[in-house]
């Protein structure tokens, strides 16, 4: 059973409207969430992050936004670009055993129109 | 530039062929990483290496049979695979084996014919 899932298989929205990508988890125990953003023919990049003991972390146009009681976390771009169109991944890190696993929501492809 | 170079980064194969994918890293990593991604599924997490050590096997068939010789490379050797392998395989690092951010190379996109 999938641990976590990001149900919008893909989003379009205008270029300078905001992008909401949204992610669900199922174990209380992650610690720790990261997004991934994914070009065409190119490996995950890794975009921004936020520790369990915070419900908000930005950076610039992104915002990752988490609630735990709910475990739901959002990603947020404001404004929209065109060059934001890729596929963006939800992680979350299991802090169980040793290898600090991280595991992989299946993906929401965004399209930015210009 | 991630910094994790893999070759090659499309590749054809029979299902009686033998094939080795290669990864290389130059961020001075502790820990390597294989991953599996097929169409509409999240990334799998298929090997893991610290320091060299195999650390994590995740049930993954014996036609993958991983290698990492140093810290710097890593290796998938493929042998017998079936259609169903077909894939974009991922290698990863990170600063360790418990570090949360990955840095991913671009791929190999896998066909078993």
């Known amino acids: 059973d999938q641990q976590v899932k990001q149900n919008s298989p893909s989003l379009s929205v205008q270029e300078g409207r905001i992008s909401i990508l949204n992610c669900d988890y199922t174990?209380?125990?992650?610690?720790?969430f990261l997004w991934y953003k994914k070009y065409p023919a190119e490996g995950p990049t890794f975009l921004i992050s936020?520790?369990?003991?915070?419900d908000k972390n930005e950076d610039g146009r992104f915002t990752v936004f988490l609630n735990k009681s709910a475990k739901h976390l959002s990603l947020h771009i404001v404004p929209s670009q065109p060059g934001d169109s890729a596929v963006y991944f939800c992680?979350?890190?299991?802090?169980?055993?040793?290898?600090?696993?991280?595991?992989f929501g299946q993906g929401t492809t965004l399209q930015v129109k210009p | 530039e991630t910094g994790v170079t893999q070759t090659p980064r499309h590749l054809v194969m029979g299902m009686t062929n033998k094939k080795s994918l290669k990864c290389e890293q130059h961020?001075?990593?502790?820990?390597m990483y294989w991953y599996k991604q097929s169409a509409k599924k999240p990334l799998e997490l298929m090997f893991v290496?610290?320091?060299?050590?195999?650390?994590e096997n995740n049930s993954v068939p014996s036609r993958f049979s991983p290698e990492c010789p140093n810290s710097s490379h890593l290796f998938l050797h493929l042998h017998t695979l079936q259609p169903e392998d077909s894939a974009l395989y991922l290698c990863?690092?990170?600063?360790?084996?418990?570090?949360?951010?990955?840095?991913f190379g671009s791929g190999t996109q896998l066909s078993v014919l």
């Open positions: 290496y610290s320091l060299e050590e195999r650390v």
């Open positions: 992680a979350a890190n299991d802090p169980s055993g040793n290898t600090g696993k991280l595991i």
């Open positions: 936020i520790s369990s003991i915070k």
């Open positions: 961020l001075g990593h502790n820990a």
């Open positions: 990863a690092s990170s600063q360790g084996q418990g570090s949360e951010k990955l840095f």
């Open positions: 174990n209380s125990m992650f610690d720790y």
